[in-house]
C-alpha cells in the first residue's frame, strides 16, 4: 500500500455539554494540526498516489471552512459535541466528497482509504480512518 | 475507525542479557515517550472514543508503577530483557486490565484494540498493537 | 549560562480586534503549547537552575489561570487584543511574580532571566524574554 | 503486532516530467527522512523484533546507495518519476532482499511486514507498507 | 523583547567544492524548513510585533526564489558554497531588503534584529542572526 | 552570528540526592538527545562554520564516554548530581577541550561560543551556553 500525506491547521473555538468534559464545558478554542493521508495500492502513470496540489488544495478548502470560526455557532453541529474525533471525521467526509466531485482528478478516484489525523497539543492526537468506499 | 491518542513519559534504568546487546549489555537507562492510541468503530453519545481525562488517568498510573525504577530489579521482569518492544507489550497489558476492572467507564469497554508506542530517542521507537479480545 | 525549560499547554477562544487581522477578527481559538525557560549563572547545590517540579507546578498555576477559557471575556484583557506575542508576555510577568513571592523556593530567586514561548500551530511561535530585575 | 522502527535519511538531487508537477520539473531536491518499520508477530528468544544494530546498518546501507547523488542520473530509474512515495517503495525493496539475504539474521526472517515513511518537509510524508511474502 | 516566528521550506539541489564535503561535492539536494523570527522591543498599537500575514508573505516571496532549483546554476552564488550557514545568511539579507523596502510595514521598520535558521536534516540545522540595523 | 547545531544522544542510568528530588532518588535512567551549537561571527573559505563531519565526529566521541553507563558508578561525578543542566556543562567542557586540541581543525579554533542542550523528555530540557574563552 502507498500513502501520501499533506498537512494543514486550523484554529477553531468550541464547548462541549456533558459533566465528563469538566472545564471543557466553558467556551474555549484549540489549534488542531491535520494530516490527511491518502492510500492506494498503486502509482498513476506519473509515479504518484495523487497530485499532491490538487490534494493540498482540496484539504486546505475543507479547513477554511472551519477555520478562525466558533463551532458552536455553526448548525450543521447543532445538538453534537465537536470533539476532535468527531472533527477528523468531518474532515473526512469532506475530503472524500471532494474526492467523490473529481477535485482530485483520475489518480484521486483510485485512492482507497483516508485516514484524518487531527493534533490537539503535544500529548494528544484523535483520528477516523475508512474505506473511501464505504 | 475512530482513534484517540494520549502521551505520557517514564524514565526507567536497566539492563539487557546477549552479546548481541553490545554496550547495552551494562546498566544504563532510557526516557521513553509513552503513546497510547484508543481504536473503536464508534463514538459514544459524548461524541468520543474514551473520556480522555480517565484515558489519562489510567496511563498516568500504568507508567508510574515503572518510572523511576531500575527494571533490573522489578520480580515480575526476571529473565527477561525489558526491551522497548516488550515494555510496549507490558504496557498494553496493563492498560487492557484496566479497561477490564472499568477504569475508563462504559467507553473504554467499547475499545476494540490498542496500541501502544514506546520512543525510546529520536531515532527509534516500538510498538505493540492488539485487539482487545486477544 | 545555565537554562531549564519546562512545558505546558492551554487552550483559549479569542478573536482580535483591527483589519490587519482578517479573518482572525472572527471568534476562534488556539492551542499554545508553552515552554517557559529559567536561565541562571550558577547550579544550586543540589546542582540545579530550579526545582523542576516547583517550576512545573508555577508554569501549570499560570496556565490553568487561562486554560478552557474565553479570554475575550476575561477583564483583565479589555482594550487587548491576546496576540501570542501578548500572551507570551503575560505569561512571563506572572511567572515573575510566582518567583518573586518565593512559589520557585531560593533558587528560583536566583533566576536571572526567562524566556516564555508560546507555539500556536507547526508553522508559527512567539515568545517574550527578559532579566527578572527589569 | 511487535513493531521496531529506525530512522536514517538522505540527501538527494532530482526532477519531474509531467505537467502536474509544475516547478517542480526542475532540478530541484530533497532531503528524505526516512523511517523504516519492522513488524513481528512475535518477539524472539533476546526480547526483540530484530536486532537494531542489523536493522541500522541494513537501512544506513541501503540510504548509502542514494544519498549525495542526482536520481535522475542512476540508469536504474531512467523513464521513471523518483517521487516520494515510489522512493519509499525503492527502499522497501531493497530492506526486503537485505532480509532475504540473511543480513538482519534469523529474526529478521520473521519479519511478517514493512513499513517505509519518506517525510520530505514539515507538511508532507509517503510511505509504502507491504507483507514480505508479498 | 518580543520575538515572532513564521516557517516556510525550500527544496533545492547544489554541490560543494572542497575535499572536506567528501560525497556532498557530488551534485545532491536538500529540503530547507525555515524558522525566521523577528525581535521587536515592543508591541505595535495591534498588540503585534509584525503583521503575521506580511511577515508570511516575504519569506514565502524569498523562498519561491531559490525553491525548485539548481543552486550551482544561479549566478548570484558563482564561486560559493551554498551551504546552510551561507543560505540562512542569504535568507536573512533579502529579509532585511523586504523590511527596508517596507514589505512588512511600520511595524516590520520596529524590528531590531532577525534570526533565520534552517533545518537540513533531524539531527542538523544552521542559522544567521544579526540586527536590522548591522 | 552564525550557527552550526549537530545532534546526538545517549541513554544513561543515575540517581540524585536530595529531598527535592523525591521519587528521582531511586536509580533510574534517562534517554538524552543532544544538541551541540557552534557559533561563529564568520564563515571560513569553504563557506562553513566548522567542518560538519569533524563536528559530529567530536561530539559522538563525547557522548561515547558516558553512554550505556550509571553515571553513579562514574567516579568523575562522585559527590555530584548528574543533573541535565549539570550534564549540558559537562558536555560542554568536553567539546571546548576539543576544539582547544584540534580536534575540530582552524575552523574549530574560531568558535567564539557553544550551546549545548539536554532534552529529556518532550516536556523538559536543559543547556548550558559559554563563550569558548571563558
Same mark, same amino acid.
Given at each position: 500500500m502507498y500513502i501520501v500525506s499533506v498537512r494543514g491547521h486550523m484554529m477553531i473555538a468550541h464547548s462541549f455539554r456533558g459533566a465528563a468534559f469538566g472545564d471543557a464545558q466553558r467556551l474555549h478554542g484549540a489549534t488542531y494540526i491535520v494530516d490527511v493521508e491518502f492510500r492506494s495500492p498503486k502509482l498513476d502513470p506519473d509515479g504518484i498516489v495523487v497530485d499532491i496540489g490538487r490534494a493540498s488544495g482540496a484539504v486546505n478548502a475543507v479547513l477554511a471552512e472551519l477555520?478562525?470560526?466558533?463551532?458552536?455557532?455553526d448548525t450543521v453541529f447543532?445538538?453534537?459535541? +465537536? +470533539?476532535t474525533e468527531f472533527l477528523a471525521r468531518i474532515v473526512f467526509d469532506r475530503i472524500l466528497a471532494a474526492i467523490r466531485r473529481g477535485d482530485l482528478g483520475e489518480s484521486g478516484r483510485a485512492v482507497e482509504s483516508i485516514r484524518v489525523t487531527l493534533h490537539e497539543s503535544h500529548i494528544a492526537w484523535a483520528a477516523f480512518e475508512a474505506r473511501t468506499d464505504s
Open positions: 477555520n478562525y470560526r466558533n463551532l458552536d455557532e447543532s445538538g453534537q459535541n +465537536t +470533539t
